[in-house]
């Protein structure tokens, strides 16, 4: 018979296990509000009579010989009623009335000599603002009647106290009814147990021990990766029985199961608190603690306890050692968040050797969270062998699965493909209304930028000796025209001053004021010899040019960033200085549909693709036709502003129109849009400098790119490529063969190629230096000996002689080892703290640490280059110090050691599969 207590939620009621599907009772009993003890006790008496009519029997026929608590919830009503019924009961005597309250059980505990939590209680906050303003934080607060860890909470200051506190106060109980008074206590520092007894008349017979595995996790100190069973000879053990068995007795717990909370401090175990009713989640347990056991359970012996004496008697006072079986419960953590679209890693979970049970959180169509916290837990399982080996190899293959994001496939979205430059890690600016995607540090708030680097370092002292200085005569007579320097921009502006020449920038019209501001913490102040804004057409910029310039002689025209190529080409040109023209097609080089075009002309590799200045019937067709993903970007953009990767028509759809409403990062509208094949294969970047048609390769690069958070592509780094390689040498040759299809005959150039299975294929042509500030220009010089791309362009443009004698691609092998790492956060918060820098900067290879995340900023899980959290330049002489430093830094990133975070309150839910209702059977079994 069911007996349900007043303020039960119809919902709770529905809580049951799939193992129980079939659940009947012969009569149910829902307990009035008005109702008294003996009104119960009379409407149980009722449906006995009425059950045993159902069955063709006399009013008699049934016997009432138990009352149990089938749940937190009833645990009162089941002292009550069995006392008023007379059988077994654990009493409602003095004390003992309220031994389910918290506060009461940490009393009755420390009244009895045990190690109890210091506490306090009460219905107004004025009755434990002592206590909160004494006790070290962080403190718990929790209800003190309701079900489990119900509304628990780990609170890391008054504020946050006093919040949850009021709120405590206000919200409805898991299991129904409203919280009366709130418990604060000590926060216990230990590992956590849960000991299960079962008894009868003060008899304690010891179920199971075991040990929750928790770990830091997505930012969150303690994530429940599990919970298993410890051997009850164990050292643990030894403590935890008596203890347990002691506080049994000071709470009057003579019969009926029991669930036990207790933490091993540093001065002995203590009570977190005592269920008075069996181990919860579903059960989920039983069928590995009977294998553990050899035969029985909590549950098994719970029933015997009420009902059959001798049966209880004859299991045994522990758990046999060693245990029988080989098992555990896992919870699934996972490191992804989206809207489930099917659950593969669940499918594969349930054919492991030591698969027992399986409960999903969460079904097709269901939000995933990165897990936190238990309520963030996408389920959990339970494995089972005999042989201890192969149940860890399925362990560690769960681990994988959740650590690859194979337990989930998501319904897909736009997914950038933004590569690494400046912008990328919050210190780059943005134009005017442009919102950034995160709350971080920029160019523009210079003092909440972080930059650290290394001068006393042999590597950045290599082939100084070869820098360049005057290259003319009097280069002092002469200037030489930049348009729109930022970002690498502003390192070649500086090189070519270092030789004597006067510098005058060239700002192209739409080129905003933030962007001009974008310059590297490298290159301090900027000043030029005289700044000119480009007029409405070619030939009164020219004029407002020479009448800058003066006496002085123009000698080169050179684009300081991508902005400025389409006008670098041009006024060259009028200039009658070194150029690549701007005639016929060559005019749109810079244009990514007319590159494909040049490549398909000249019978190279090439990406198929459609373009459209509007929605129009070749877009649609091409959109239609497709192999999905496709890539969709503006055509004139900066680097990689705008790219998305979009996985079905709609999003195509979407992106296409929602890319001529936005501004570009360099200023401006875009104007067409470009769809183009998704190219798979590894990533690798080319750069060159040339000089009349000549190409000098200055390094090689591939991507690093890894899934991680959920997203398939993370940049975790750019690694230099050996040049003698047979890769190296295919790139090699078709960059230079794709700078000759676009009649790139000078200057710097920065090639984004994919190797595919049919060989090299652009993505695109920069028609520039690389950008990200030059941070790699320390690192490519001591590769190469000496020179970088920058002083390399200014050879080209300057000196005839110094890039005559420059090697056609650097020396193989490379004069040092070295790598740029892009930090990766699994953690998402606000910072307080930056430890991990205090690391990294002082790791053997370190040269320098760029970011934009600071004291106060923001971070977010990196899912994309927009949610990076900085970039690193290692460099030596030793390439085991750069591999053991790299490990360092990605140790430091798995562990969530780069920040600390604001500390909010936290959910400290105990296991439980509340969370796991209301989902299909076939997703269970």
Known sequence: ?????????????????????????????????????????????????????????????????????????????????????????????????????KRVQQDLVRDAGLRAVRQACGEKFEDVEEFLRSEQFPVVLKPTDSAGSDGV???????????????????????????????CQEFL?????????????????????????????????????GMLPIDPTSDEAKVLIPYTRGVLDAL??????????????????????????AHGGDGNWTPLARALTGSYCQVDVTANAYLDEEEFHKVPDVPPSPLKAHGLEINLVSYSKGKVKSMPGFDVIKKLPSFVWLSPAVSIGSEVEYTIDLITSPGCCVLMNSDEDVLKKDVDFIRYLEEINGLFVYETKGESLARPNVNTFGLGSLPSGKKSHHKRSSTLDRPGLLRIMSQDRPELRMGLGLRKRMTTVDASREVVVVTDPYSTGCLIVKEVQSRGYKVIVLWTRGFSEEMKKHVPLSCGKMNYFAEVDEADDVGETTRQLYKAAGTLRIVACIAGGEAGVDAADVLSERLLVRTNGAQGVFANRRDKKVQQELLKAAGMRSVRQAAGTEWNDTVESFLKNETYPVVLKPTDSAGSDG????????????????????????????????????????????????RDGEHKTCAVWVYDKRAANGAAFVYFGMVPIDTSTQEAKLLINYCNRTLDALKMQNGPSHAEIILTASG?????????????????????????????????????????KAFSVLPQIPPSPAKAFGQEVILVSYAEGEVVATPGYDVIKKLESFVYLETGVATGSHVEHTVDLVTSVGSVILLHQDEDVVKKDIATIRELEKNNKLFDFVKNSMMMKAVSTLNFQNLSLSNLM
């Open 153 to 183: 909470k780990l609170c890391h200051s008054f504020e946050q106290a006093k919040e949850h506190f009021h709120h405590l106060l206000t919200v409805e109980a898991v299991n129904g009814g409203y919280n009366t008074q709130v418990l």
């Open 1 to 101: 018979m069911a007996i349900w207590t007043k303020g039960f939620s119809d919902e709770m009621k529905t809580h049951v296990p799939v193992s129980c599907r079939d659940l009947t009772y012969v009569d149910e009993v829902q307990d009035e509000l008005h109702w008294s003890l003996d009104d119960l006790a009379r409407a149980v008496d009722q449906a006995k009579e009425r059950a045993s009519r159902k069955i063709g029997k006399d009013d008699g026929y049934y016997t009432i010989v138990g009352c149990i608590a089938g749940g937190e919830a009833g645990v009162d009503m089941a002292d009550l009623l069995s006392e008023k019924l007379g059988v077994l009961s654990n009493g409602t005597k003095g004390d003992f009335a309220n031994r389910r309250d």
């Open 252 to 277: 009057g717990m003579r019969h009926g199961p029991s669930h036990g909370e207790i933490i091993i401090t540093n001065d002995g175990p203590c009570l977190v608190e005592m269920n008075c009713r």
């Open 189 to 225: 520092q230990g590992k956590e147990y849960v000991v299960d007894h079962v008894s009868r008349n003060g008899v304690h017979k010891t179920m199971m021990v075991w040990v929750y595995d928790k770990r830091p996790r997505n930012g969150s100190q303690f994530v429940y990766f």
């Open 643 to 690: 790219v998305k990767l979009c996985h079905n028509y709609e999003e195509a759809k979407e992106h296409f129109h929602a890319l001529f409403e936005i501004e570009a990062v360099n200023g401006g509208f875009n104007t067409e849009v470009l769809c183009q094949e998704f190219l798979r294969g590894k990533e690798y970047v080319v750069d060159t400098v040339s």
């Open 760 to 800: 090299p294929c652009l993505v695109e042509m920069n028609c520039r230096a690389q950008g990200g500030d030059g941070n790699w220009q320390q690192l490519a010089q001591a590769l190469t000996g000496g020179y970088s791309q920058v002083e390399a362009s200014v050879d080209a443009y300057l000196d005839k």
